[in-house]
């Protein structure tokens, strides 16, 4: 019969403990998926999405668990209406004590789209979300991937936009809201496609894109981390503007990149879309990429560690498919 010391039984379970609160993923995570939405809840991450123009929720321990977790119906559209089709990048948050839902959707024609929100009536992820309508400036142009953050005790609303009422150029706008489901302010640009490496894929008979805003906060400083080039194209990329300023609402407070911050390489097509989640306090993008090169809007998601840099985000670059990646929980 063997024995073994208390050392080595506390040992033991002390390595196989650790063990398991730590997984090795190859991306990508999902092999389909496009505009990835995931956030933490303590312990819980939800990731929000669209299949079908439908919008879906599965909340997981362990971000492997997205592949085979059960997923929640959250909203069907009602047939007939401006927002029962082509539903576009839930974005789910938690603000004054309610979740939100900001979805882009239409009637069938893309210069319909426009941005919807729902919502709970408390703060247990768990209740129904109802329908409560459409959150828009007075201006009411074209509109998708809105994003709400808050500053200094004020609520903020960023989304992508049209000047008029041609699809020729995507911009980002942002505006101040009254409430999680009200715009208050007037629209002010902050972005617009103006480097030639925002402009590839483009031509005469395609827009340029600025889209996909998402806020990203370290230490008091802010980063507007966004898409640009054509999101069909092999040319997707992000950029990203810094907060320089004071207010939020003035265009010379936010500073551009002159270079994109996360590219294509010979391994990844395409990473856009991005959001961004904390893992025992080591920051994560979760982005979407093209399949191969060509693939388009065929689409899958992928994760993997970033730092930061002089007090700015270091995305480096992406990680070939296979490469094995680390979480620690």
């Known amino acids: 019969m063997l024995k073994y ?4 039984i506390l040992l033991c379970l002390f390595l196989n403990t650790n063990a398991q609160k730590t997984e090795i993923l190859t991306n990508p995570i ?3 998926g496009a505009d990835p939405w995931v956030v933490t809840d303590g312990d819980t991450f939800h990731y929000c999405y669209v299949r ?6 599965k909340s997981v321990k362990r971000i492997s668990e997205l592949v085979n977790a059960n997923e929640r119906i959250i909203w069907i559209p009602e047939k007939g209406k401006a927002y029962s089709k082509e539903v576009w990048a839930p974005e789910l948050h938690f603000i004054e004590g309610r979740w939100y839902i900001y979805v882009a959707a239409d009637d069938g024609k893309n210069e319909s789209h426009r941005m919807y929100v729902l919502s709970t009536s408390g703060a247990n992820i768990n209740e129904k979300f109802s329908f409560v ?3 828009s400036d007075k201006s009411d142009k074209w509109a998708i991937d809105g994003s709400p953050f808050k500053y200094k005790g004020k609520l903020y609303f960023i989304w992508s936009g049209w000047e008029g009422e041609q699809n020729v150029q995507q911009n980002i706008y942002i505006a101040e809201m009254d409430s999680p489901t009200s715009i208050r302010s007037e629209r002010i640009l902050i972005s617009q496609p103006d480097y030639d490496w925002e402009k590839r894929g483009s031509s ?8 996909g805003p998402e806020i990203l906060e370290k230490n008091g400083k802010l980063f507007l981390i966004y898409s640009a080039a054509g999101s069909w194209s092999d040319y997707y990329c992000l950029g990203m503007l810094e907060f320089t300023g004071e207010n939020p609402l003035l ?5 551009k990149s002159p270079k994109p911050v996360f590219e294509s390489n010979d391994a990844v097509t395409s990473p856009g ?7 025992k306090n080591k920051d994560y993008i979760v982005f979407h990429s093209a399949r191969k090169k060509g693939a388009g809007w065929n689409r ?4 993997q560690p970033f730092t930061w840099k002089n007090g700015k985000p270091d995305f480096g670059i992406p990680v070939p498919y296979g490469k094995s990646i680390k979480i620690k929980y």
């Open 133 to 135: 309508g459409k959150i």
């Open 273 to 279: 879309h991005a959001s961004f989640i904390q893992i």
């Open 300 to 303: 899958q998601v992928n994760i």
């Open 30 to 32: 999902l092999q389909n």
């Open 204 to 211: 005469k008979h395609l827009p340029t894109i600025n889209e």
């Open 5 to 8: 010391s208390l050392t080595t």
């Open 52 to 57: 079908k123009d439908t919008v879906f929720l």
């Open 251 to 255: 265009a010379i407070s936010w500073t």
